[in-house]
């Protein structure tokens, strides 16, 4: 279970890649294909259901072109 700040951050870093998509009009299967990910675990990711690992997290970054000092909160 994650501790009170552990799930601002993970809920800060899913807005941030939300509205990163939605910025650039993409849909989340886009994002999920151009990062080789499953589309489910990455819906999951914006909702701040799941927690990327930094790999993965480089991945969707590539995928919505930002720099993850976009995306990361700290």
Known sequence: ???AHDEKTVTAIADKLKNS???RNLKQVEVAERAD??????AKVERGE???SILTLKKICKALKVKSSDILPF
Do not use: G, Q
């Open 50 to 52: 799941a927690v990327p």
């Open 37 to 42: 990910l499953n589309s489910n675990y990455y």
């Open 1 to 3: 279970m994650l501790e």
């Open 21 to 23: 998509r939605l910025e």
